[in-house]
């Protein structure tokens, strides 16, 4: 099980999304940053950010499931 985040101020966010990031990323957002629990993998923290954000997008730097599915896109 690992912490995860979730940014609820798009503002500082160029893209104007909710990204989820893991414990430990360079880019966890310390004081915007909505703090989701411990889950076993991304796609359960994003069920959690569900629940009280829409448009989530997962942070490239920290979240393997995502290198993992755009590695597979292309
Ligand atoms: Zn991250």
Redesign the pocket.
């Known amino acids: 099980m690992e912490k995860y985040w979730v940014n609820n101020w798009v503002d500082s966010n160029p893209n104007k999304d909710h990204?989820?990031?893991?414990e430990g990323?360079?880019?966890?957002p310390l004081k915007n940053g909505l703090y989701l629990g411990e889950h076993p993998d991304y796609y359960s923290a994003l069920r959690e950010a569900e629940e009280y954000l829409y448009e989530i997008d997962a942070?490239?730097?920290?979240?393997e499931e995502f290198r993992v599915k755009s590695a597979n896109a292309k």
């Open positions: 990204e989820v990031h893991k990323c360079q880019h966890l942070c490239e730097e920290c979240i």
